[in-house]
T-cell receptor, first 115, second 115 residues
Framework: KNQVEQSPQSLIILEGKNCTLQ??????????LRWYKQDTGRGPVSLTI?????NTKSNGRYTATLDADTKQSSLHITASQLSDSASYIC??????????????FGAGTRLAVHP | EAGVAQSPRYKIIEKRQSVAFWCNPI?????LYWYQQILGQGPKLLIQ????????DSQLPKDRFSAERLKGVDSTLKIQPAKLEDSAVYLC?????????????FGPGTRLTVL
């Protein structure tokens, strides 16, 4: 069964600190992996998208890594800010590049940044 | 550029009543998605449209849920009759088709509470 599992379920850090969120998946065939940020009461917003051949991608203070061999991804947040408090959702696209892709969502990691 | 619009933002109904949600995607986006997000979980795809045709509705509870996208632009999602377990946030997203890495843009969602 195609699944996406994220850890930890929730995380509290102090402002200015770094943190890393984990994502393990069993989706096959694999097309791409995305990280989304979802603020409370709002829809998810895309942070990064990585295909099979990419092993790292950055978006400002967010850096995502992908190990397609072990089927693991991480999202590293540098110098956290209060505005980083949100849920971070890992999404894996099932399917073949160029065709219809079905997105499999993880449950998310809820991050709270405290002053 | 205007984002994905959804209405209403909140809805409270009693079980066995009917409810409808409306979504207006980003102009020019041919692909439209409806997701159900239960509290503490990631979004679950209910239905995907390509223009006004259905691409995937495998997880749509068709005995009570229905969706349409007339003229390939706006879309409505209906629940009739509602059950307690339908309480969730209903997210609409749109994307431009063409590549496997097309970004989905989400609306703010409609929070449904079934009493």
């Amino acid at each position: 069964k195609n699944q996406v599992e994220q850890s930890p379920q929730s995380l509290i850090i102090l402002e200015g600190k770094n943190c890393t969120l984990q994502c393990n998946y069993t989706v096959s065939p694999f097309s791409n992996l995305r990280w989304y940020k979802q603020d409370t009461g709002r829809g998810p917003v895309s942070l990064t998208i990585m295909t099979f051949s990419e092993n790292t991608k950055s978006n400002g203070r967010y850096t995502a890594t992908l190990d397609a061999d072990t089927k693991q991804s991480s999202l590293h947040i540098t110098a956290s800010q209060l505005s980083d408090s949100a849920s971070y959702i890992c999404v894996v696209s099932e399917g073949f590049s160029g065709g219809y892709n079905k997105l499999i969502f993880g449950a998310g990691t809820r991050l709270a940044v405290h002053p | 550029e205007a984002g994905v619009a959804q209405s209403p933002r909140y809805k409270i109904i009693e079980k066995r009543q009917s409810v409808a949600f409306w979504c207006n995607p980003i102009s020019g986006h041919a692909t439209l998605y409806w997701y159900q997000q239960i509290l503490g979980q990631g979004p679950k795809l209910l239905i995907q449209f390509q223009n006004n045709g259905v691409v995937d509705d495998s997880q749509l509870p068709k005995d009570r849920f229905s969706a349409e996208r007339l003229k390939g632009v706006d879309s409505t999602l209906k629940i009739q009759p509602a059950k307690l377990e339908d309480s969730a946030v209903y997210l609409c997203a749109s994307a431009t088709p063409g590549t496997s890495t097309d970004t989905q843009y989400f609306g703010p969602g409609t929070r449904l509470t079934v009493l």
